[in-house]
C-alpha cells in the first residue's frame, strides 16, 4: 500500500526545462561552476521517468562539480535521484544507501544559511523522507515507512504545507485502516476532513469521504458508509479531473454497501454494473476485479452458480493483487463448486484462500506501527528529559561557583554570607526537583510503552478471533452441508456410512473447537453484557472454580473490563496447573469509584519471595502496574493462595 500523493512522490520539483533544449546548451555552450551543475540538476530529473542510464550518468555529473563548490541542494537533488532510480530497477539496498546521502547533503545545507533557506532545506528532506517511506512501504517494512512519513509530515505541520499535510494525513490513516487499527485510522481521517474543508479543496474532501466510507464499511456502521459514500460519488461527479477511476470506485463502494450493510441487490447489481460498462474500455485492473467480485456474490446468493464461477474467474484474470478481493472470490469460487459437486475444485480454493489468508494474516506491522505511536507521543516527553538534563548540569556550575565566592568572601557581612546560604539552597530544591522531575517523565514514558503493548495485544485478540469465526467458521459450516447433501443422495454400505458418520462427527469437533478457541481470546459475553456475565461463563466451564459478585454491575471502559478479565483468567489457569486445588474462589467487589479482584485456592501455595521466574504471575503484575492497580499476594506452602487487585475507577 503506497501514499498516493504528490507529496511523498517518486519525483521531485526540480527545474521543468526541456531535455532537448538542456542537451543543446551543453553540447553548443556549456556553463561552467554552479551553471553546469544545474544543466545536469535539469537533464539528471527530465530523463528520471524516460531513460534511467542518461538519468544516472546526469545526477553523478551534477554531484562531482557541486561537491567542491558547496552547492549542496544540487548535491541533494543528485543523490536522491540516484536513490530513485535504484528504486524504479528495484534495487532497494542502494536505494537506502543514495537516500542516506541526500539527507547528509541536506543537512550540509544547514552550515550555509546565506545561501539555504530553511524551507529550502525542509523541502529538500521533506521530499527525501517521503521517497524512502514508499520503498520501505514496498519492501514490508512497515516500522520504517511510518516513521519516514511522520518525520516528513512533521515538516508540512512546521512550514503548514496543507496540500501536503492532507495529502499525509490520507496515507497514515491508509495505513491504519488497511491493519484494522480503526480508532488511529479515524484520527488521521478527522484531521485530513477537517483540513481539506479549510482549503476549501473539492479532490481533498471528496478523499475524506472516500475514506470515512472504507472506514465504516470496515466497521459495518453502514448507514455512516452511505452518508459518505453518497458525497464522494456526487464530488467525482461534479470534478472533472478525478477521472473515470474515482467514478468506478465512488460506484463500486455504493454497490457494495448495499450489498453488504443493506441486502439491496438491485441497486447493488445496478451500481456494480455501472462501474464494469464504464471500465469497459478503461485499463483500471483493480476496479473491474472489484465491479466482477461484487456481481459474482450477487449470483452465488440467488443460486446462479455459473453466473458466480464467470464472474469470479474473470474478476480474478483481471487482478488478483488485492488479498482482501483476492480472498473473497476464492470464497466464492469454493462455496460455487462445492454446490456444483466438483469437490476437487472446491478444495482446491478452499486451500488456495486459507494459504493466501494465513500468509496476509501473518503480517506483524500491528506492533511496530503502536511501538512507532509510541515514540511519536513519546518523543516531547525525551525532549523535555534532555532539556532538564542540561539545567541540571548548570545549576552543578552555578553550585560551585557560589561555593567558590563563599569561601573566598568569608569576611563578608552575616547579610552576605544569609543571602547565599538562601541562594544555595534554593538552587539544591531546583536540581532535587529536577531530578524527581526526570524519574516522574521517566515512568510515563515506560507506562505509556506497556499500554501500547496491552492494546496491541487486544487488537490482535480480536482480529484473530473474528478470522476464526468468519472465515474458518463459515467455510466449515458450508463444508458440512455439501457432505450431509452428498450422504443424503448417495447409497452408501453400512461400513461406509458408519466411516462417513465418523467424519462428520470430526467435523462437528473441529467447528467446537474453532468456536471454543475464537471465545476465549475474545469472549463474546465480555463484549455485550460485561465482566459479571464472562466471568460467570468461564467459571461454570471449570468444575472446581466458584464466582461470586458483590456491587454496582455498571459497566466500565472496555479496555479495564478486558484487563481485569485476563488477569482472573491468568490467576485461574495458575491456579488449575499449579496448585492441585479442589476449589477456587474468584469474587469481584465493584463500588462507583473502585473495583476488586479475589482469587483464592485451597491448593499447595508457594512462597512469593522465593518466585523469580515463571511469566503467569509477571504478566499479571505488568498488567496490574500498566493501569495503575495495586496486586498483593498472600500464599504459604500447603495452605492455599490468595491474590487481591485493586483498580481504582
Known sequence: MFLPCTAFA???DHRNHGVDSLERILATHPPTGADLARIYNGLMSGYLESNTEKSM????????????????????????????????????????????KALDASGRMRDLPDR??????????????????????????YYEAIDCYIKALRIFEKHDWKESQSIAYQGIG??????????????????????????????????????????????KEYAQALQNAEIYYKLSLSDPETGEEYLARALNMLSQIYLEGFGDETRAEEYARQALQMLDTRDIPREKSKSLCILSMLHLRRGEWRKAEQNAL??????????????????????????????????????????????????????????????????????????????KRLLATEKRLMMWWVI?????????????????RWTVQKRRHAEIRIRQLEQEKQLIATQSVLDGEIAERMRIARDLHD????????????????????????????????????????????????????????SRYGLKTALTDFCNAIPVAEFVYFGDEQRFDRKREEVVYRIAHELINNALKHSGASHI????????????????????????????????????????????????????????????VEFQL
Not at 502496574?625 to 500447603?638: K, L, M, N, P, W
Open 314 to 391: 474473470e474478476a480474478l484474470a483481471a487482478d488478483d493483487s488485492e488479498p482482501a478481493n483476492t480472498l473473497v472470490l476464492y470464497e466464492v469460487l469454493a462455496k460455487v463448486y462445492s454446490h456444483l459437486g466438483n469437490a476437487a475444485k472446491a478444495n482446491e480454493y478452499f486451500g488456495k484462500h486459507n494459504e493466501l489468508q494465513s500468509s496476509w494474516s501473518s503480517k506483524h506491522y500491528q506492533s511496530a506501527i503502536r511501538e512507532m505511536e509510541v515514540k511519536y507521543e513519546t518523543e516531547k516527553k525525551e525532549t523535555q528529559i534532555a532539556a532538564l538534563e542540561t539545567e
Open 174 to 219: 491508509a495505513m491504519y485502516l488497511s491493519m484494522d487499527n480503526y480508532e488511529q485510522a479515524k484520527i488521521y481521517f478527522m484531521k485530513l476532513d477537517s483540513l481539506a474543508y479549510i482549503m476549501g479543496d473539492a479532490t481533498r474532501i471528496a478523499a475524506a469521504k472516500e475514506q470515512f466510507s472504507l472506514l465504516y464499511l470496515s466497521t
Open 585 to 644: 474462589l474468584v469474587q469481584i467487589v465493584q463500588e462507583a469509584h473502585r473495583i476488586a479482584l479475589a482469587v483464592e485456592d485451597d491448593g499447595r501455595g508457594f512462597d512469593p519471595r522465593a518466585v523469580t521466574s515463571g511469566m503467569g504471575l509477571q504478566n499479571v503484575r505488568t498488567r496490574v502496574t500498566s493501569f495503575g492497580g495495586t496486586i498483593d499476594v498472600q500464599s504459604d506452602a500447603e495452605e492455599g493462595t490468595a491474590i487481591n
Open 471 to 526: 472465515g474458518l467458521g463459515s467455510l466449515l459450516s458450508a463444508m458440512r452441508l455439501n457432505l450431509e447433501n452428498v450422504f443424503s443422495c448417495a447409497t452408501l454400505p453400512p461400513d461406509a456410512t458408519e466411516r462417513f458418520s465418523k467424519v462428520l462427527g470430526m467435523l462437528d469437533e473441529s467447528t467446537h473447537e474453532m468456536r471454543r478457541v475464537a471465545h476465549h481470546l475474545m469472549p463474546d459475553a465480555l
Open 116 to 141: 539555504y533557506s530553511e524551507k529550502n532545506i525542509d523541502n529538500r528532506l521533506s521530499l527525501t523522507y517521503g521517497n524512502m517511506g514508499n520503498l520501505y512501504n514496498m519492501q514490508g517494512k
Open 57 to 100: 550518468q546526469y545526477a553523478r555529473e551534477c554531484i562531482a562539480v557541486a561537491i567542491p563548490l558547496d552547492e549542496w541542494m544540487d548535491v541533494s537533488d543528485g543523490y536522491r535521484v540516484l536513490g530513485i532510480n535504484f528504486y524504479l530497477i528495484s534495487q532497494y539496498d542502494s536505494a537506502v544507501v543514495y537516500y542516506g
Open 408 to 424: 573566598a568572601g568569608s569576611t563578608v557581612l552575616l547579610l552576605a554570607l544569609s543571602a547565599f546560604f538562601f541562594l544555595w
Open 10 to 12: 517518486q519525483v521531485s
